[in-house]
């Protein structure tokens, strides 16, 4: 767990061990309630984030999901106490692809997974809203790491709250080989200044994060045209980053980019 304290609210940022491929949770603490972004992947860790959330002794305001895949949503099943808020299209991809999903997790993972597809049933939409005093900035990401990536500012706290748009210091899940939009929104970013920029996994982290994140999704495209397998590819991606963090999003990224 890190804490980041402001002005005006303290960031809660739950980073899960490799098993769970360091996915992170935040807690946006304010003054009289919580926020909470993404939900963790395996039980374990969903339940363990759901009772530091509840020793902080605020009531949960919200869930913001922010986009569909698996370890950012499974561990919804700890929150269903509290509204969860997703854009459209990603409560659309959970509704229609949450069964699958555990479906597919399930051989590996057993009852360390959710077996309960918890669809957010609140919207987001992109713009500004205001809650308890902290301004929150919503922006939708298309063609990134997911199809549909939910972008959270704290323009008045100068905090990026970037999740899978960002990895910091951790290998990349990759499913496709174009990368162009994917760069197009970091470059966006980095025009800004933010004090912090969170992760979806890799620990909290400043401005240096979208220019290392740009940096190897560049490499990442390089790789990509001269790899046919994944070992091929970790042969690239590690080699050049060998103090990065879980490899193994490299071998799942082969199921989609070679089917194996």
């Known amino acids: 767990m890190t804490v980041i304290p402001l002005e005006n609210l303290r960031i809660h940022t739950y980073e899960a061990p490799e098993a769970a491929v360091f996915v992170n949770s935040h807690i946006l603490e304010t003054e ?25 002794g605020k009531p949960i305001d919200r869930v913001i999901i922010t986009h569909s895949h698996p370890d950012h ?11 969860i808020y997703a854009l459209a299209e990603v409560a659309d991809q959970i509704r229609g692809g949450g069964e699958a999903m555990i479906q597919a997790y399930a051989p590996v993972f057993g009852d360390a997974i959710t077996e309960t597809v918890v669809v957010p049933e609140r919207t987001i939409r992109p713009g ?39 990895y910091n210091r951790v290998h990349v899940f990759l499913q496709q ?10 470059r966006r970013f980095q025009e800004k200044e933010y004090d912090f920029v969170l992760s979806g996994h890799g620990l909290p982290a400043n401005m240096q994060a979208l220019a290392d994140m740009a940096g190897y999704l560049e490499d990442a495209r390089s790789a990509l045209a001269a790899s046919s397998d994944v070992p091929t590819l970790k042969q ?25």
Not at 76 to 83: G, K, L, Q, S, V
């Open 177 to 186: 080989k174009e990368m162009g939009p994917w760069l197009a929104h970091l």
């Open 73 to 83: 949503w499974f561990g919804c099943e700890y929150f269903r106490d509290a509204p």
């Open 32 to 56: 009289h309630g919580l926020i909470v972004i993404d939900t963790q992947f395996l039980r374990p860790h969903a339940e363990d984030f759901r009772r530091y959330a509840d020793s902080l």
């Open 128 to 166: 500004t809203e205001t809650l308890d005093g902290v301004t929150l900035a919503y922006e939708k990401a298309d063609a990134a790491e997911a199809g549909v990536n939910l972008v959270i500012e704290l323009p008045e706290n100068r905090v990026l709250i970037a999740q899978d748009l960002v």
């Open 236 to 260: 690239h991606l590690v080699g050049k980053y060998p103090s990065y963090r879980g490899e193994m999003l490299l071998d799942i990224s082969g199921r989609y980019l070679y089917g194996t």
